[in-house]
């Protein structure tokens, strides 16, 4: 249940700062199998947090926040920091930076964690 509520927040997280952002790039960027991807997405669509659309071009699905996602978001936001914040006193600097480059390498762009 744990691991479910990381995962949601962290796919709604990753939605939300590439939106609108095609499934099969988020996929790629959470090393996630396209079918693992297009099912959690269904159940974030069917709890009103994204919206799921027809890539303009091909099969693909486009996903985006919904007011009611980035609601939610907005709610856990101070959660997630705090667990990313406890992290890192765990793992050190290094190993915290070098795990944020994997996920994001954008990260050291934009300088936020």
Same mark, same amino acid.
């Given at each position: 249940?744990?691991? =479910? &509520?990381? +995962?949601?927040?962290?796919?709604?997280? #990753?939605?939300? +700062?590439?939106? %609108?952002?095609?499934? $099969?790039?988020?996929?790629?960027?959470?090393?996630?199998?396209? #079918? +693992?991807?297009?099912?959690?997405? =269904?159940?974030?669509?069917?709890? $009103?947090?994204?919206?799921?659309?027809?890539?303009? =071009?091909?099969?693909?699905?486009?996903? #985006?926040?919904?007011?009611?996602? &980035?609601?939610?978001?907005?709610?856990? =936001? %101070?959660?997630?920091?705090?667990?990313?914040?406890?992290?890192?006193?765990?793992? $050190?600097? &290094? &190993?915290?930076?070098?795990?944020?480059?994997?996920?994001? %390498?954008?990260?050291?762009?934009?300088?936020?964690?």
């Amino acid at each position: 249940m744990l691991n =479910r &509520a990381i +995962t949601r927040t962290y796919e709604l997280t #990753s939605i939300a +700062t590439r939106q %609108p952002v095609p499934a $099969g790039e988020l996929a790629r960027l959470l090393s996630m199998e396209i #079918s +693992t991807l297009s099912r959690n997405a =269904r159940l974030l669509q069917q709890d $009103g947090l994204i919206q799921i659309e027809q890539a303009e =071009r091909g099969n693909g699905r486009v996903l #985006s926040l919904t007011d009611a996602g &980035a609601e939610k978001l907005a709610k856990l =936001r %101070p959660a997630w920091r705090d667990a990313q914040r406890h992290a890192h006193e765990l793992l $050190g600097n &290094a &190993a915290s930076e070098a795990i944020k480059q994997l996920v994001d %390498p954008t990260f050291a762009e934009r300088g936020t964690g």
